[in-house]
Nanobody, 115 residues
Framework: VQLVESGGGLVQPGGSLRLSCAAS????????MSWYRQAPGKERELVAG????????NYADSVKGRFTISRDNAKNTVYLQMNSLKPEDTAVYYC?????????WGQGTQVTVSS
């Protein structure tokens, strides 16, 4: 099983980034996919999630209206479009796959929002 995040980097406040998480080694289309983030000195927190069929999503209040999660089951990939980024969005972003008690995590990608 592998989850490989990409797309992180340094961006100015107000800018945008699109994170990708490429999955392999499991039946991606059946898993609930989510993005978490962890800032220095803080606990890891849920950012957004999307059900297996791709129709239902949920977001942390802090990112509603700015971030959009989506998935392409044909490409085994989940995305996080991040717009209007703020310095407080700075964190390592992790992709997670969940199916009942099974959970897989990616290695994370750093997002830094700074001028």
């Amino acid at each position: 099983v592998q989850l490989v995040e990409s797309g992180g980097g340094l961006v100015q406040p107000g800018g945008s980034l699109r994170l990708s998480c490429a999955a392999s080694g499991f039946t991606f289309s059946t898993y609930f996919m989510s993005w978490y983030r962890q800032a220095p000195g803080k606990e890891r927190e849920l950012v957004a999630g999307i059900i297996s069929a791709g129709g239902g999503t949920n977001y942390a209040d802090s990112v509603k209206g700015r971030f959009t999660i989506s998935r392409d089951n044909a490409k085994n990939t989940v995305y996080l479009q991040m717009n209007s980024l703020k310095p407080e969005d700075t964190a390592v972003y992790y992709c997670k796959a969940s199916w009942f008690r099974l959970q897989y995590w990616g290695q994370g990608t750093q997002v830094t929002v700074s001028s």
